[in-house]
């Protein structure tokens, strides 16, 4: 079977499986346009990386990659349609949903650094994908403290995997700037605001960098 079809298939069973899931921000885009987006930046740089060459069972992999955390779909769902390898991939990306989710979100970051190279450039990819979608279209119950710390969560995953991928993890700076830098001015913005109107009551502004970040 050819390489395209082979993503043609997994972009297939992904709309299937995550049909009628939605982002958390105000736009409610389909989750299906994060996964098109992880996979495509996975392609790009697996296709541009000077010691690279294209992988698809990785851009594969960065289709599925929630497909066990957030469907029925099964590791071995994964395996018998795609591979053992895709699996294993899939696998590396997968949080084990028994146990409190502050408690997964330390662990990204605790074991960022020991997994494979393939896992860290998915990795890379797709929390650039949610940092994008954070400034773009934020969830309309995170003020400004809630995605400060995620930022910060984020860079702490990221540290652990840099040295995978040059071309995302220079893409995955740019998003942390850009919406850091967007925060900011929120920040300032809503000081200048309760200034104005004499309140005591601020909002919550940026907040120190934290490796447990809100559910």
Not at 156 to 173: I, K, T
Request: glycine content about 6%; hydrophobic content about 45%; some cysteine.
């Amino acid at each position: 079977m050819s390489s395209l079809l082979e993503v043609l298939r997994a972009a297939d069973f992904a709309a299937r499986l995550h049909a009628g899931q939605r982002r958390k921000g105000e736009a409610q885009e389909p989750y299906l346009n994060h996964l098109i987006e992880v996979a495509e930046a996975v392609g790009e740089a697996t296709a541009s990386e000077a010691t690279a060459s294209e992988d698809p069972a990785l851009i594969v992999a960065a289709l599925l990659h929630d497909i066990v955390e957030d469907t029925l779909a099964s590791l071995d769902d994964v395996a018998e349609a795609f591979g053992q390898d895709v699996a294993d991939l899939v696998a590396e990306l997968t949080d084990d949903k028994s146990v409190e989710k502050a408690v997964r979100k330390r662990r990204q970051v605790e074991n960022a650094h020991a997994k494979s190279e393939r896992a860290k450039i998915l990795k890379v990819a797709d929390v650039t994908s949610n940092l994008r979608a954070l400034v773009e279209s934020p969830p309309a119950n995170w003020d400004i403290a809630r995605r400060t710390a995620y930022f910060h969560w984020a860079a702490a995953v990221v540290d652990g995997c840099r040295g995978a991928s040059a071309s995302l993890e220079q893409a995955f700076d740019e998003a942390y700037s850009r919406g850091m830098a967007a925060l900011e001015r929120e920040a300032a913005a809503a000081e200048r605001c309760v200034g104005r109107s004499g309140g005591d009551d601020a909002p919550p502004g940026p907040v120190a960098g934290a490796l447990n970040p809100p559910a």
